[in-house]
């Protein structure tokens, strides 16, 4: 079965810094998607990036970016230029052939301003 | 984009009854939605998924008797938590597959439901 972990439970950072946030998966699929998912308070789940397991070019969406490492099972998320609106709980997520999607234990992101 | 619906929000139940919360995708076909539960300050965690026709796959542990799920349509389907008790209070979320690609997978994120928070007394 496939696990995604997520091995810092919080995160702080300075407001306009730069913060990566690690995960791990493993799966013994070759085919996949990697999903970066924000929950602020109001908990609703808002998708981050997305990274397809056939693409080697690492995924970007403005100040967010992954390192994807398909041979270390490992997709960390770098947000660039942080933002007080960045603060929340950050979720990694794996989508498996069926569909499913295991996500992992979370980070929370504290921005200090 | 997609959008997925949840309703209601919030709700609030004596222990002993029963609660219905919907899922609709308002403006794609979802073939599949998938139902989590998440207790504060963890993780969603899968119960079941939820395939227009045809019964849920509930996953290990899940009660299917307590946790009935119906997918009566491509655009909604329904979680009743029967005969809730305290320890059923949670936050639920929806989410729905958006329009299928070619193959296995596509490239169409999950789309995800506000969520309903559940209160037993």
């Known amino acids: 079965a496939q696990t995604v972990t997520q091995s810092q439970p919080e995160m702080s950072v300075q407001e306009a810094e730069t913060v990566t946030l690690s995960c791990t998966y493993d799966?013994?699929?070759?085919?996949?998607?990697l999903f970066w998912y924000k929950q602020p308070p109001s908990r609703q789940m808002i998708l981050v990036i997305r990274?397809?397991?056939?693409?080697?070019q690492n995924a970007t969406e403005n100040r967010f970016s992954v390192n994807f490492q398909k041979a270390a099972k490992s997709f960390s998320l770098k947000i660039s230029d942080s933002q007080l609106g960045d603060a929340a709980m950050y979720f990694c997520?794996?989508?498996?052939?069926?569909?499913?999607?295991?996500f992992g234990k979370g980070t929370r992101l504290h921005i200090l301003p | 984009g997609a959008v997925v619906s949840q309703h209601p929000s919030w709700v609030i139940c004596k222990s002993g009854t029963s609660v219905k919360i919907e899922c609709r995708s308002l403006?794609?076909?979802?073939?599949?939605m998938f139902w989590y539960r998440q207790f504060p300050k963890q993780s969603l965690m899968l119960m079941a998924t939820?395939?227009?026709?045809?019964?849920?796959?509930?996953e290990q542990g899940v009660e299917k008797d307590k946790f009935l799920i119906n997918h009566a349509s491509l655009t909604l389907s329904t979680l009743t938590v029967t005969s809730a008790h305290p320890e059923d209070s949670s936050f639920y979320i929806c989410?729905?597959?958006?329009?299928?690609?070619?193959?296995?997978?596509?490239?169409?994120?999950?789309?995800f439901g506000n969520g309903t928070r559940l209160t037993v007394t």
């Open positions: 990274q397809e397991a056939y693409k080697q």
């Open positions: 799966t013994s699929e070759s085919d996949y998607y």
């Open positions: 403006d794609f076909q979802a073939t599949t």
């Open positions: 989410s729905a597959i958006g329009p299928a690609g070619q193959g296995a997978i596509d490239n169409s994120p999950l789309h």
């Open positions: 939820s395939n227009e026709g045809s019964k849920a796959t509930y």
């Open positions: 997520a794996y989508r498996s052939a069926n569909d499913k999607i295991i």
